[in-house]
């Protein structure tokens, strides 16, 4: 990971799976201006563009819980199982992960194929 010196006017996200970038307007567990909102993990969220309702707020990602990894909440890119993994922890661990999770994924693997988008 390199850091350039220069600050960039926005916070920006970046998945570092996919390569999605967007900007984020909170870091945390607990979005600003939603009522009694308390999110499962701390993660980047952004206001929803397309929604007039302030209190609506879409989830970009967040850092894997083993890797720190920042990575987005697609399924190709990580999978939340009482904490953020990202998917090269999810591989690597995956023996480690329920049946359950196990099977979803391969589940997930086979849907993916037929370009559900
Ligand atoms: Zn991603
Ligand atoms: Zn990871």
């Given at each position: 990971?390199?850091?350039t010196a220069t600050?960039?006017?926005?916070?920006?996200?970046?998945?570092?799976?996919?390569?999605?970038?967007?900007?984020?307007?909170?870091?945390?567990?607990?979005?600003?201006n939603t009522r009694?909102?308390?999110?499962?993990?701390?993660?980047?969220?952004?206001?929803?563009?397309?929604?007039?309702d302030k209190e609506?707020?879409?989830?970009?990602?967040?850092?894997?819980?083993?890797?720190?990894?920042?990575?987005?909440?697609?399924?190709?890119?990580?999978?939340?199982?009482?904490?953020?993994?990202?998917?090269?922890?999810?591989?690597?661990?995956?023996?480690?992960?329920?049946?359950?999770?196990?099977?979803?994924?391969?589940?997930?693997?086979?849907?993916?194929?037929?370009?559900?988008?």
């Amino acid at each position: 990971m390199e850091q350039t010196a220069t600050e960039t006017p926005q916070n920006t996200f970046s998945c570092q799976l996919c390569g999605l970038s967007t900007s984020y307007t909170y870091y945390g567990q607990k979005p600003p201006n939603t009522r009694a909102i308390v999110l499962l993990e701390e993660c980047f969220v952004t206001k929803d563009p397309f929604s007039p309702d302030k209190e609506k707020f879409l989830v970009l990602g967040s850092a894997c819980s083993l890797c720190n990894m920042c990575v987005c909440v697609g399924p190709d890119c990580s999978l939340f199982y009482t904490k953020r993994f990202c998917m090269q922890c999810v591989n690597k661990h995956l023996d480690q992960f329920p049946h359950q999770i196990r099977a979803e994924l391969a589940k997930k693997k086979q849907s993916s194929k037929s370009g559900v988008s």
